[in-house]
């Protein structure tokens, strides 16, 4: 019996491709996999790609390659007071101006009870985008979010903590 439809999405500069799939007892089924190249904007290409292939009732997971920036900060203050330290502190913690992003954190401690936030911005250009084309065909989303504040939250509750940076030639990591 095949339960509701997941689709994956990805979006990169040449083309947008995407897996679609349904749960069968417990099991993620792969159904179809699909492609399409790029030849607009990020909200024209995805709105494009989800009527194309007719995915607006499906529960949808996209990521784009976009602009980010990710920084670690050591916290020593009363964990109530994080938001007010990172309002405080922002323009120290992300060099981009402050209207041209928006952001997100999660604060760790690891083994030896040091506490650190995790900071992730994204630009709103590409964002926006995307939230241009998902109303433009009116897909069902329940949250957007951006890399790697997913993977943290899901390491976190499963088996750890483990984040990391990818650079041309390799991947830093960090593990709690």
């Not at 679609?20 to 089924?29: A, F, K, P, R, S």
């Not at 190249?37 to 909200?43: D, E, N, P």
């Not at 997100?104 to 690891?110: A, E, P, S, T």
């Amino acid at each position: 019996m095949k339960t509701k439809e997941y689709t994956g999405i990805s979006i990169n500069e040449d083309e947008i491709v995407g897996l679609t799939g349904h749960i069968e007892d417990n099991l993620l089924i792969i159904d179809d996999s699909l492609c399409m190249k790029r030849k607009g904007s990020v909200s024209q290409d995805l709105a494009m790609f989800i009527q194309q292939y007719s995915l607006q009732n499906h529960r949808l997971g996209i990521v784009c390659n976009c602009p980010t920036f990710t920084n670690i900060v050591s916290f020593n203050g009363d964990i109530d007071c994080v938001a007010d330290f990172i309002k405080w502190n922002l323009n120290d913690l992300i060099p981009w101006t402050r209207s041209e992003y928006t952001y997100d954190f999660c604060l760790r401690k690891d083994d030896c009870e040091n506490t650190y936030i995790y900071i992730v911005a994204i630009h709103r250009k590409t964002l926006d985008e995307i939230n241009k084309a998902i109303s433009r065909c009116q897909a069902i989303v329940s949250i957007i979010d951006y890399w790697p504040i997913p993977l943290a939250y899901l390491y976190t509750y499963r088996n750890g903590f483990i984040t990391g940076i990818v650079r041309e030639a390799s991947i830093q990591l960090w593990c709690w």
